[in-house]
């Protein structure tokens, strides 16, 4: 059954990274007026914002793509070498291309002082956990560099819980835009924190199970 979920899981991020560059794939015309960039008609002329914003959006499906395979057992057992290329590859893409960018994006965001807000202190704890998680792994800890990974790409992976949810609900008949976006900027991140928080502590429970000599079934393995 763990199995069956965690590769549902991963199939379900790589179908919405997919997706994700289906909808990036529209700026490639550069016009000004044509998705996310239809809201953003004050800054379209600002030089400085397309750059970031061009930068974000091309490399963020790679940073999807590169993050999810850090989480395949199958990669980290039979090929670590290509494990620590993809680590690299996503932990650079963060570090010294989206963190960054996102910030001069954050200043420029949607949803008024709730948007700019959320996406600044998201991208603080994005760029905290990842910077962190090489801290770890140069360490020798294994188990909290693993866990800080999961909650940098519990962030990462929040474009793609934001989209979800205003796909769902958002009705402009309804709901002010831009306070829709602002909240919805907070529940993304809190959603997907809230899922890596229950994922970590799942995996320290367990562990420390194990480390006592206790099996699936609470009892304690004869020694």
Known sequence: MKTFVNIFLILAIFVFSILMLNTISQYFS???????????QKVVT???WLVFFYIHIFSIVI???AGLT??????????????KIFGKIYVYNILFINFPACFVLAIFSNGGFLGISGFVIQNLLWGFFTFYAVVS????????HKNLMILSY???TTAITFRIIKNLFYDENRFSYELFYGTNVWFSMIINL????FIVRKNSKKLSLEGHGVDKNNKRNPE
């Open 137 to 144: 792994i140069k360490n020798n800890d294994v188990l909290r």
């Open 46 to 48: 600002n030089q400085y």
């Open 70 to 83: 850090q989480f395949s057992n199958q990669i980290l057992k039979e090929n670590k070498k290509l494990h």
């Open 63 to 65: 940073c999807l793509l």
């Open 30 to 40: 550069f016009k000004t007026d044509v998705g996310f960039r239809q809201f953003k």
């Open 194 to 197: 809230l899922i890596a928080y």
């Open 154 to 156: 519990s962030l990462t």
